[in-house]
């Protein structure tokens, strides 16, 4: 069901919450909203992903955004999240629409089947003309199990529901080759590919937890979907039309004219590593130029204790991330078949298996296409061919 509609709009903490008085900045709310009825006037569906409730809550448990600890945050967003909620309800009446608040976690944008279920539910709120708000469920999520920044999440709900463009408000205008702050800092309009400012993009705002470079991310991901992103300025009368209008300055990230499909962009953007494997440079190459599956002989090293149906990360002997693919084993299997490559297979784990360890359907190569993640500290990726250890 293409969305070929919709636009997903993330809004930063510092738009929605007043810095010093920890309370929400209703006058925004109240121009993004009008600006929402705007844009569904003109059929076009709207999905928010909102930042705000930490800080919301953190006044009534009587913490401040530079003191507060992980169960002050979490507490503050058990109790912020009514107040952002019902600022968006009651302002989205007087333009007679409703909301609806979608709460999620990692494992629902890494669990496929999860991943699913919350794609049918957005949809099924589009059908009905309702306007979902999705955050991440912070109240609950530890460090474990949080995909940590709401560009991100925002950026894989974008390629969850097929958007055709991907907005993040924010305090300045767009992306700058440098701080903005810096004296001769210029003004980046346009960018098809976000690795070359992915070092000059360091630092976070006040009340977020994502700066600049979770946003070069969040449009990596959002491209790699076919959708179109922008970074714009938040304090604007009309902060979402004017940007898709081109009425003002914001950058633009290119989307790709050929997304891959649905199954391998799961597979591919991924928000937290699960494990990684290292093989051959030889193989990387094979997988790169096409058909080919990774079996139990293939693998040099294994980093990571993961389950069957994670995804991991394949590098290559000089540590350079080639392809993500989908395990057909847990860590545990794939360790003992590993070193015991002249064993039969059914024999070692008391099943019958092909020791095809990623199948190539499962299989994403990354070349030119995506963010690489580096190898894990610690990983056995010696380039000289040894067998992990047991």
Not at 21 to 47: C, H, S
Not at 157 to 168: G, L, S
Not at 241 to 253: C, I, N
Request: hydrophobic fraction near 40%.
């Amino acid at each position: 069901m293409p969305q070929s509609n919709t636009v997903v709009v993330k809004i930063g903490s510092t738009l929605v919450a007043n810095t010093e008085r920890l309370t929400p900045r209703f006058g925004f709310i109240q121009r993004m909203l009008e600006d929402v009825a705007k844009l569904r006037a003109r059929g076009t569906n709207v999905i928010l992903c909102s930042s705000g409730a930490v800080a919301l809550g953190l006044k009534i448990v009587g913490e401040r955004p530079e003191t507060a600890g992980v169960s002050d945050k979490q507490a503050a967003a058990a109790c912020g999240m009514p107040i952002l909620t019902n600022a968006y309800k009651q302002i989205g009446h007087e333009f007679d629409f409703e909301i609806a608040q979608v709460l999620l976690t990692l494992g629902d944008f890494e669990d496929h089947r999860r991943f699913l279920n919350t794609r049918n539910t957005v949809f099924r709120l589009l059908e009905a003309g309702v306007m979902p708000i999705v955050n991440e469920n912070d109240s609950i999520t530890t460090e474990e199990i949080r995909v940590g920044d709401n560009d991100r999440l925002a950026a894989k709900v974008a390629q969850m529901v097929d958007a055709k463009d991907f907005i993040i408000l924010t305090e300045v205008d767009g992306l700058f080759d440098r701080h903005p702050d810096e004296e001769g800092a210029e003004f980046i309009p346009e960018v098809t590919d976000v690795a070359p400012f992915m070092e000059a993009t360091k630092g976070k705002s006040t009340l977020g937890t994502g700066g600049m470079t979770t946003k070069l991310m969040a449009a990596n991901i959002a491209q790699e979907a076919g959708v179109t992103t922008y970074i714009a300025h938040g304090e604007h009368d009309n902060p979402l039309s004017s940007v898709l209008d081109g009425e003002r300055r914001a950058t633009k990230f290119i989307a790709h004219d050929t997304p891959t499909s649905g199954w391998e962009r799961w597979i591919a953007n991924r928000l937290q590593m699960a494990g990684s494997l290292g093989i051959s440079d030889e193989l990387a190459d094979e997988i790169a130029g096409g058909d080919r599956a990774i079996r139990r002989e293939d693998i040099l090293s294994i980093d990571g204790d993961f389950s069957r149906g994670d995804v991991l990360h394949i590098y290559d002997q000089q540590g350079q991330e080639r392809a993500r693919g989908l395990s057909d084993f847990t860590s545990e299997e794939l360790r003992v078949l590993a070193v015991n490559p002249h064993l039969d297979a059914e024999q070692l784990l008391g099943y019958t298996t092909k020791g095809e360890v990623i199948r190539s359907k499962n299989l994403v190569s990354l070349e030119g296409r995506h963010l690489l993640w580096d190898a894990p500290e610690g990983s056995e990726l010696s380039g000289h061919g040894e067998r992990p250890a047991s």
